[in-house]
């Protein structure tokens, strides 16, 4: 069946703008998260979204960052007045109910780069 | 989430099977055993995962001791498409549980 879809896979924009960030999860996963990764590093928690519930935002790095979940599928991440030091690869991943073994499954990312 | 040591990389030979060990000598017992790999320019991907029995699926076996402090993947022959970095996380398996991958295996399969 059809993975995580992201987009766009590229993006490349001046600091000072906005951005927004989409993720696709697969189907029926209840559970969606961001994450970004930086070149050579490891993967950086940003926010969880479960079901209804509230999302875990713990990892947000600012108030510039914000997500929604609209109808508990489709995921946009928004950075507001960019920065250079948010140039990173943002990977989304699903996984299904939390009722089953919690494996996450991720999209191929996006590339934000912040001139 | 228990700590786990991995060697930074390894070489194979193409077809041959690649053994990528995983210590993780303080997990408790209800934490599971998960590998991921991630090749360049792409999203980590689920491998295998697994609690005390050993396991085995399409891509991959995991092989993990009777005291569970260490464990093996094993990519049975491996392929020039396999060259990727392999983690090995130690979590819980809870839903919010958050991925926090190490420095991993770099595995380069040579023709």
Known sequence: GAGVSQSPSNKVTEKGKDVELRCDPISGHTALYWYRQSLGQGLEFLIYFQGNSAPDKSGLPSDRFSAERTGGSVSTLTIQRTQQEDSAVYLCASSPDRATQETQYFGPGTRLLVL | ?111
């Open chain 2, 1 to 111: 989430d228990a700590k786990t040591t991995q060697p930074p990389s390894m070489d194979c030979a193409e077809g041959r099977a690649a053994n990528l060990p995983c210590n993780h000598s303080t997990i408790s017992g209800n934490e599971y055993v998960y590998w991921y790999r991630q090749i360049h320019s792409q999203g980590p991907q689920y491998i295998i995962h697994g609690l005390k029995n050993n396991e085995t699926n399409e891509m991959a076996s995991l092989i993990i001791t009777e005291d569970r402090k260490s464990s093996t993947l094993i990519l049975p022959h491996a392929t020039l498409r396999d060259t990727a970095v392999y983690y090995c996380i130690v979590r819980v398996n809870n839903a919010g549980n958050m991925l926090t991958f190490g420095g991993g295996t770099r595995l380069m399969v040579k023709p």
